[in-house]
């Protein structure tokens, strides 16, 4: 099983970078990096072409014009791009415990999507964290909420990942499906502009298909940096596309991953070697 993960970054090169480094340190490398970037400025293809000379797997980069957050069609470009056969879908805000993807493996499961946790830092731990260098946090750290997710405990997270069809606590900020079923789902909805939901009308259309969600606790751990929210929580016109969604029982979506593939039939270029090649 060739995994790729999918990262989705804007404008936030410092975090990015510890993001990759992260992911280079894993006790089981994935098969490729995917970088998917919403429209950033060139800062962040220039640290990107700088982790390349000795990054030890593929790492791509797709970029799109900043034409507003458009996450949706982000993530379908990635996961049109991929070459692994399972994708996990991470953002450029998210550092991965060395055992990230090895759990994430020991997880997955035909018929199911996986769900994963996070720990939030706070502004200073955040900052310690971009600028010295600091290891992730443990339980006893300062500066985190949802402490118990510092916590790897492989034998209880088997329990909790008891497929289900639970709908809420859905983001795509650590979470995990096989590449056949996306396509298969259509990937996100492009209808979906702005901050957030997205992910909670794929998980419903998942759940139409016939997918279970596994609950990844105690397992796969990654550390939220922290910065300002985003989050539209009053009159969001993507609340209407999920209720949509549910009420006519969707599988696809109109505006998905399709449009992609033709485009990405050949591999996208591996940073690696056009740094090898310039050099």
């Not at 000379?53 to 507003?68: A, C, K, N, S």
């Not at 402490?147 to 795509?172: E, N």
């Not at 751990?221 to 993507?238: G, S």
Request: net charge positive.
């Amino acid at each position: 099983m060739r995994i790729s993960v999918a990262v989705i970054t804007y404008n936030w090169p410092e975090a990015l970078e510890r993001v990759l480094r992260a992911l280079a340190a894993q006790t089981e490398l994935p098969y490729e990096v995917i970088v998917t970037d919403d429209g950033s400025q060139p800062a962040t293809r220039e640290l990107l072409e700088r982790v390349a000379v000795d990054y030890p797997v593929r790492l791509v980069h797709l970029w799109q014009p900043d034409e507003g957050a458009r996450m949706s069609r982000a993530r379908n470009r990635a996961i049109a791009a991929a070459r692994g056969d399972y994708v996990i879908l991470l953002d450029g805000d998210m550092l991965a415990e060395r055992h990230f993807i090895a759990d994430h493996r020991a997880f997955a499961r035909r018929g199911c999507f996986v769900q994963g946790s996070r720990v939030l830092a706070d502004a200073a731990l955040t900052l310690r964290m971009l600028h010295e260098g600091m290891a992730a946090p443990g339980f006893f750290s300062r500066g985190i909420e949802r402490r118990r997710h510092t916590l790897r405990l492989p034998l209880l997270a088997r329990w909790y990942a008891r497929p289900g069809t639970k709908q809420r606590g859905i983001k795509s900020c650590n979470m995990a499906f096989w590449r056949e079923d996306l396509l298969r789902l259509n990937g996100f909805n492009e209808a979906m502009t702005g901050w957030g939901r997205e992910d909670t009308e794929l998980a419903v259309r998942a759940f139409h298909a016939g997918l279970r969600r596994r609950e990844l606790r105690f397992s796969a751990l990654a550390t939220h940096l922290y910065h300002p929210t985003r989050k539209q929580v009053v009159d969001n016109p993507n609340d209407r596309i999920v209720d949509d969604t549910r009420a006519r029982r969707l599988v696809r979506c109109e505006r998905g991953v399709d449009q992609y593939l033709a485009e990405f039939a050949r591999p996208p270029a591996d940073l690696r070697a056009l740094s090898a090649q310039e050099s």
